[in-house]
T-cell receptor, first 112, second 115 residues
């Protein structure tokens, strides 16, 4: 089983829908991250959780709401998204500070 | 000025050639430097992880960091068609607060190895 698993792999939703992205890591790591990857742009850090506590919110609009119920699971709740939110959303985990981050394969999100 | 500059390519080379991929950065606080490989429809895969200046070798891959020039490189020897992918450089500063922090990425270089 891969180290970081993201579901669903693809999601199409309307601007008024509410959906959630899920990430699960099987590596025993203590830190988890959400990144956004858009075409022709660098990966953008969205949220950081360390030991289930949010330590960084990188000026992300409130229509994105993260949740980390335990050190193995991370969610990104979505509501009233905009077309510019269409992107690949990547989850990563790390053992701790100053440790390398390992990524899942992402959820490809399309907003109609 | 962008924090991390990386030529997006595409960079096309014949099989067996030595490939050189590079990034420049502006933030002198960056201490940890990484290279990720990303295949189409997949997430980034960690290739190399280095701290501060110097060289690190792993098989056909060599990572170099020159902090005085704010310049990092990834060399691929004996390149193979399976090396065709997008290569992302990433970096961050030293975390001394005990919490975790995110990475700053380049845009990625699309590499094509021609058989």
């Amino acid at each position: 089983e891969t180290g970081v698993t993201q579901t669903p792999r693809h999601l199409v939703m309307g601007m008024t829908n509410k959906k959630s992205l899920k990430c699960e890591q099987h590596l025993g790591h203590n830190a988890m991250y959400w990144y956004k990857q858009s075409a022709k742009k660098p990966l953008e850090l969205m949220f950081v959780y360390s030991l289930e506590e949010r330590v960084e919110n990188n000026s992300v609009p409130s229509r994105f709401s993260p949740e980390c119920p335990n050190s193995s699971h991370l969610f990104l709740h979505l509501h009233t998204l905009q077309p510019e939110d269409s992107a690949l959303y990547l989850c990563a985990s790390a053992k701790g500070p100053n440790q390398p981050q390992h990524f899942g394969d992402g959820t490809r999100l399309s907003i109609l | 000025q962008k924090e991390v500059e990386q030529d997006p390519g595409p960079l096309s080379v014949p099989e067996g050639a030595i490939v050189s991929l590079n990034c420049t950065y502006s933030n002198s606080a960056f201490q940890y430097f990484m290279w990720y490989r990303q295949y189409s429809r997949k997430g980034p895969e960690l290739l190399m992880y280095t701290y501060s200046s110097g060289n690190k070798e792993d098989g056909r891959f060599t990572a170099q960091v020159d902090k005085s020039s704010k310049y990092i490189s990834l060399f691929i020897r004996d390149s193979q068609p399976s090396d065709s992918a997008t290569y992302l450089c990433a970096m961050r500063g030293l975390n001394s607060g005990g919490g975790a922090d995110g990475l700053t990425f380049g845009k990625g270089t699309h590499l094509i190895i021609q058989p």
